[in-house]
């Protein structure tokens, strides 16, 4: 049985593009995709621009990625 690879980052949403889906940018300025799915998808709809988020990644897609969990927004 082959274990599915995937990578865990912190990233921040930057912008709303529709139902529970963001865009969103890691610390190094790499933009791309994030979107909750399944039991996290009614969370979605408190996150917006600001707040900080755990993502799982594929390392071989790194354009999307699945939000984990949510903290609240950055307050500097």
Known sequence: ???KEEILLDAVL???LGSSTFRAELSNGHD?????RGLNHD??????AGHTVKVRM????????CILFAESP???
């Open 58 to 65: 594929s390392p071989y897609d790194m354009s999307k990625g």
């Open 32 to 36: 791309f995709v994030a979107f909750c």
């Open 1 to 3: 049985m082959v274990k």
């Open 14 to 16: 930057v912008d709303e």
């Open 43 to 48: 969370k979605g709809r408190d996150l917006g």
């Open 74 to 76: 950055d307050t500097r």
